[in-house]
């Protein structure tokens, strides 16, 4: 079983004019009002995304 994720943008705090990039399952990206990229869509294991929603990368997992 897979959890697909999607990258998004988001502006930092102080105005910067670089964009911060990660990637989120939707829920977290529509919850928090962040901007999707399009076609980012990845599949990634479950193990892979936090209990918030977010893409913790390939070499990081949470404790089971």
Do not use: C
Request: negative net charge; charged residues 20%; aromatic residues 8%.
């Amino acid at each position: 079983m897979t959890v697909k994720v999607y990258r998004y943008t988001q502006h930092p705090i102080v105005n910067d004019e670089t964009l911060s990039h990660g990637y989120a399952t939707m829920a977290f990206i529509v919850l928090n009002k962040l901007t999707a990229v399009p076609d980012s869509e990845m599949d990634v294991d479950p193990t892979h995304v936090d209990e918030e929603g977010r893409y913790l990368g390939l070499n990081s997992s949470r404790p089971t």
